[in-house]
């Protein structure tokens, strides 16, 4: 049984970062494209980042570019997002996903997720 499980979120003033971590198992980790995305009160769930199986070739949505980083260390079965110069409109409940891209997300498998709340 494929598991994700997200760590990490906080409250946080604007200008700060938080790294964010889903740890998976049931998994080959390494086979794998994941993604982060997010949900705001009242929205639609909106991917984020995508980072490949291989190569670790990376893409993301353009509200985030420069901002956001998504790693993964296959060795520990572990995705990551450092989120920095974090602003009022990050505040959202941030999951992840095994699936490459925006296009198959909301059939995507997720964790239960994890509250990041952007508030001076």
């Known amino acids: 049984q494929v598991q994700l499980v997200e760590s990490g979120g906080g409250v946080v003033q604007p200008g700060g970062s938080l790294r964010l971590s889903c740890v998976t198992s049931?998994?080959?980790?390494?086979?794998?494209?994941l993604s982060w995305a997010r949900q705001a009160p009242g929205k639609e769930l909106e991917w984020v980042a995508s980072?490949?199986?291989?190569?670790?070739?990376?893409y993301y949505h353009a509200a985030v570019k420069g901002r956001f980083t998504i790693s993964r260390d296959n060795a520990k079965d572990t995705l990551y997002l450092d989120m920095t110069d974090l602003r009022v409109e990050d505040t959202a409940i941030y999951y992840c996903?095994?699936?490459?891209?925006?296009?198959?997300?909301?059939?995507?498998?997720r964790g239960p997720g994890t509250q990041v709340t952007v508030s001076s």
């Open positions: 996903a095994k699936v490459w891209g925006p296009r198959l997300l909301p059939q995507a498998l």
């Open positions: 049931g998994m080959v980790f390494n086979r794998y494209a």
């Open positions: 980072i490949s199986a291989f190569n670790s070739d990376t």
